[in-house]
């Protein structure tokens, strides 16, 4: 149980285009869920924390209005990259937290972006 | 800003043998949490020890937390090819502190056949 699904695994845009990735819980419901970057070989950066029903949290030095994030249901975080640029390729990865508080999360298998 | 420091940044055994990765960390913490990643793959939590735990186990892991010294451990025992992987040290913040996960830099762990 407790599946945290992302879509697209992979994806190759060219600049100037937005990009939009989902994340869903499968079998809980998550009213909060995290959108991580991570670069080839490095740790995870948190992006931003995104609240059902809510404005996100962003992190600092993450634009808001470069990378959207939209939770309208208790299963469907989305994050668009917009105009996209090719220092925008990374790993995008997704996680929510299906038990209490202080429980650890789970997270989508994470997407490629690659802008070209 | 990154929370965790691991070293090592690698780590290189033969099967059977143990490996050790350490985390350490800069604030007051809530728990501490080590996940594993497969290579371009989502993370994938192994174990959890709260700030007011000093040893944990779980199966072939053992984590220790030494909060006087903001570190933790990982020790993995008699490791097997299949444990060659990314692992990472997160530490939650406190609720007061925005209840944040944050990640270590990582321990990059191969171990041979």
């Known amino acids: 149980g407790a599946v945290v699904s992302q879509h697209p695994s992979r994806v190759i845009c060219k600049s100037g285009t937005s990009v939009k990735i989902e994340c869903r819980s499968l079998?809980?419901?998550?009213?909060?869920m995290f959108w991580y970057r991570q670069f080839p070989k490095q740790s995870l950066m948190l992006m931003a924390t995104?609240?059902?029903?809510?404005?996100?949290?962003?992190e600092q030095g993450v634009e808001k209005d470069k990378f959207l994030i939209n939770h309208a249901s208790l299963t469907l975080s989305t994050l668009t990259v917009t105009s996209a640029h090719p220092e925008d390729s990374s790993f995008y990865i997704c996680?929510?937290?299906?038990?209490?508080?202080?429980?650890?999360?789970?997270f989508g298998n994470g997407t490629r972006l690659t802008v070209t | 800003s990154q929370q965790g420091e691991e070293d090592p940044q690698a780590l290189s055994i033969q099967e059977g043998e143990n490996a050790t990765m350490n985390c350490s960390y800069k604030?007051?913490?809530?728990?501490l949490q080590w996940y594993r990643q497969n290579s371009g793959r989502g993370l994938v939590h192994l174990i959890l020890?709260?700030?007011?735990?000093r040893e944990k186990h779980s199966g072939r892991l053992r984590v220790t937390l030494d909060t006087s010294k903001k570190s933790s451990s990982l020790l993995i025992t008699a490791s097997r090819a299949a444990d060659t992987a990314s692992y990472f040290c997160?530490?939650?913040?406190?609720?007061?502190?925005?209840?944040?996960?944050?990640f270590g830099q990582g321990t990059e762990l191969s171990v041979k056949p």
């Open positions: 996680s929510a937290r299906p038990g209490p508080y202080n429980s650890p999360l789970h």
């Open positions: 079998d809980f419901q998550a009213t909060t």
């Open positions: 995104s609240n059902e029903g809510s404005k996100a949290t962003y």
């Open positions: 604030t007051s913490i809530n728990n």
């Open positions: 020890i709260r700030s007011n735990e």
């Open positions: 997160a530490t939650k913040f406190p609720y007061n502190q925005g209840g944040k996960l944050i």
